[in-house]
T-cell receptor, first 111, second 110 residues
Framework: DAGITQSPRHKVTETGTPVTLRCHQT?????MYWYRQDPGHGLRLIHY???????DKGEVSDGYSVSRSKTEDFLLTLESATSSQTSVYFC??????????FGSGTRLTVV | DAKTTQPPSMDCAEGRAANLPCNHS???????VYWYRQIHSQGPQYIIH???NNETNEMASLIITEDRKSSTLILPHATLRDTAVYYC???????????FGKGTRLSVIA
């Protein structure tokens, strides 16, 4: 979507390797979020951020870490990827009182 | 946990109005009703939101009952491109993260 981009769009990685997904926004929105989506589970919140260096855990944060050193970038890191982390990852941004804008997603496969 | 109840699926004929119901009987006074949709494999898309008054925008209308315990999203003239999963979400105004339920899978049929 305009103003938010995710990279890479697709990635295949091996079990045990570190992986970093990037979410970049040009809207200067304060809030940023990482979700994962799996069949049968819908969208689940991993981590979110309410400002530079301010982050918090979501429902399924185990095995993931995040960093936000600049307003525009929110990074999601899988320290040691596992097959259970094969999923589609969505980033979202928002401001107070507004709806969320979601990115186009990153499809990650861990083999 | 999601605070809303939606039917798992609905069909609608192309060109007709699609009326998607949502129950949120435990909604509190400062919570808004938001609607999003997700077209296959894309990121969810914001549609509309409201507090207690009915709302309309270029995409849809939102009708909230007077007791605020339920609402209906109306797509006035559904097209095939409206086929998607529609999520009704109740959330307060403080940017609490969205919690998604299973939504309603709307199929628009030619």
């Amino acid at each position: 979507d305009a103003g938010i981009t995710q990279s890479p769009r697709h990635k295949v990685t091996e079990t045990g390797t570190p992986v970093t997904l990037r979410c970049h926004q040009t809207e200067n929105h304060r809030y940023m979020y990482w979700y994962r989506q799996d069949p049968g589970h819908g969208l689940r919140l991993i981590h979110y951020s309410y400002g530079v260096k301010d982050t918090d855990k979501g429902e399924v944060s185990d095995g993931y870490s995040v960093s936000r050193s600049k307003t525009e970038d929110f990074l999601l890191t899988l320290e040691s990827a596992t097959s259970s982390q094969t999923s589609v990852y969505f980033c979202a941004i928002s401001e107070e009182g507004d709806g969320y804008t979601f990115g186009s997603g990153t499809r990650l496969t861990v083999v | 946990d999601a605070k809303t109840t939606q039917p798992p699926s609905m069909d609608c004929a192309e060109g007709r109005a699609a009326n998607l119901p949502c129950n949120h009987s435990t909604i509190s006074g400062n919570e808004y009703v938001y609607w999003y949709r997700q077209i296959h494999s894309q990121g969810p898309q914001y549609i509309i939101h409201g507090l207690k008054n009915n709302e309309t925008n270029e995409m849809a209308s939102l009708i909230i009952t007077e007791d605020r315990k339920s609402s209906t999203l109306i797509l006035p003239h559904a097209t095939l491109r409206d086929t998607a999963v529609y999520y009704c979400i109740v959330i307060d105004a403080g940017n609490t993260p969205l919690v998604f339920g299973k939504g309603t899978r709307l199929s628009v049929i030619a």
